[in-house]
T-cell receptor, first 110, second 113 residues
Framework: DAKTTQPPSMDCAEGRAANLPCNHSTISGNEYVYWYRQIHSQGPQYIIHGLKNNETNEMASLIITEDRKSSTLILPHATLRDTAVYYCIVRREGAQKLVFGQGTRLTINP | EAQVTQNPRYLITVTGKKLTVTCSQNMNHEYMSWYRQDPGLGLRQIYYSMNVEVTDKGDVPEGYKVSRKEKRNFPLILESPSPNQTSLYFC????????????FGDGTRLSIL
């Protein structure tokens, strides 16, 4: 599975959009981009995933560049409860295993 | 409510005393997996199971055993725990179909003295 690179930490003001970048320049054509988050020491929580089109659900939006070498997770109106470590994971279609990197520690400030 | 349940949530024990961490899911998922999380090392897969009676090693299986006799349960067994197994453990499950997200339990914090 392709390796991902994320900034170790980011800050965002409450109520603003949080934009979390991820670089996956070696991604293959059959690999999907997944985002999970981990709030404090709770179990990781699935957020969203996509292949090449932009995706949106009730939690977030995922924007994948046309060349698929990078993506951005957008939390449109961040709240204090969105403070967490966010993991960008690339996973081959049909594979079950998740390979977690170090993620981005997002802090939402009042 | 759909969930993955781990027990116990916290355990302090001593070296060599066999212990079992249970994991149960109520979503009829085929796939189940165990991870451990350590500072600076992130989440690493210990064992996984694609279905009943089918288990396989992950990245860090040494010192652990698992079994999958029923679809809903996937216990993690430490036959002779050692201090280097002190960690935060997570169980996860999912369907094996295409691109299914994994659901994680709330974690078990083990301390081996």
């Amino acid at each position: 599975d392709a390796k991902t690179t994320q900034p170790p930490s980011m800050d965002c003001a409450e109520g603003r959009a949080a934009n979390l970048p991820c670089n996956h320049s070696t991604i293959s054509g059959n690999e999907y981009v997944y985002w999970y988050r981990q709030i404090h020491s709770q179990g990781p929580q699935y957020i969203i995933h996509g292949l090449k089109n932009n995706e949106t659900n009730e939690m977030a939006s995922l924007i994948i560049t046309e060349d698929r070498k990078s993506s951005t997770l957008i939390l449109p109106h961040a709240t204090l409860r969105d403070t967490a470590v966010y993991y960008c994971i690339v996973r081959r279609e049909g594979a079950q295993k998740l390979v977690f990197g170090q993620g981005t520690r997002l802090t939402i400030n009042p | 409510e759909a969930q993955v349940t781990q027990n116990p949530r916290y355990l302090i024990t001593v070296t060599g005393k066999k212990l079992t961490v249970t994991c149960s899911q109520n979503m009829n998922h085929e796939y189940m997996s165990w991870y451990r999380q350590d500072p600076g090392l992130g989440l690493r897969q210990i064992y996984y199971s694609m279905n009943v009676e089918v288990t396989d090693k992950g990245d860090v299986p040494e010192g652990y055993k698992v079994s999958r006799k029923e679809k809903r349960n996937f216990p993690l067994i430490l036959e002779s725990p050692s201090p280097n197994q002190t960690s935060l453990y997570f169980c996860a499950s999912s369907f094996t179909g295409r691109n299914q997200p994994q659901h994680f339990g709330d974690g078990t914090r083990l301390s081996i003295l």
